[in-house]
């Protein structure tokens, strides 16, 4: 079972699938996949760069703080430098 895959058939484009395999769903028992929202985004990240997600000064998730997230870690800057020193900082998941 564990070599077994998921596939997951997007709505906006018919031809495209997204494969998973068992074994994550099974390490992320929690995890929840819906199928009656209009695009779908999955995100497997840690807790932890989602709390510096939080203090950081970014207000988007998706176009500002995941793209320099990445960025980051493809060249191995700290991501800890993302977090913001000021201490009202909102997060807009989007």
Same mark, same amino acid.
């Given at each position: 079972?564990?070599?077994?895959?998921?596939?997951?058939?997007?709505?906006?484009? $018919?031809?495209?699938? !997204?494969?998973? *395999? /068992?074994?994550?769903?099974?390490?992320?028992? #929690?995890?929840? +996949?819906? &199928?009656? %929202?209009?695009?779908?985004?999955?995100?497997?990240?840690?807790?932890?760069?989602?709390?510096?997600?939080?203090? $950081?000064?970014?207000? !988007?998730?998706? *176009? /500002?703080?995941?793209?320099?997230?990445?960025? #980051?870690?493809? +060249?191995? &800057?700290? %991501?800890?430098?993302?977090?913001?020193?000021?201490?009202?900082?909102?997060?807009?998941?989007?």
């Amino acid at each position: 079972m564990i070599n077994q895959l998921i596939s997951i058939r997007l709505k906006d484009e $018919s031809d495209k699938y !997204l494969l998973l *395999k /068992q074994n994550i769903l099974a390490t992320y028992p #929690r995890t929840i +996949t819906r &199928q009656d %929202l209009v695009d779908t985004h999955l995100y497997l990240i840690k807790k932890s760069c989602l709390d510096i997600a939080i203090h $950081s000064n970014y207000s !988007l998730f998706r *176009k /500002q703080f995941l793209p320099e997230m990445i960025q #980051r870690m493809a +060249t191995g &800057q700290l %991501l800890e430098d993302l977090i913001s020193t000021s201490a009202n900082v909102t997060m807009v998941m989007r």
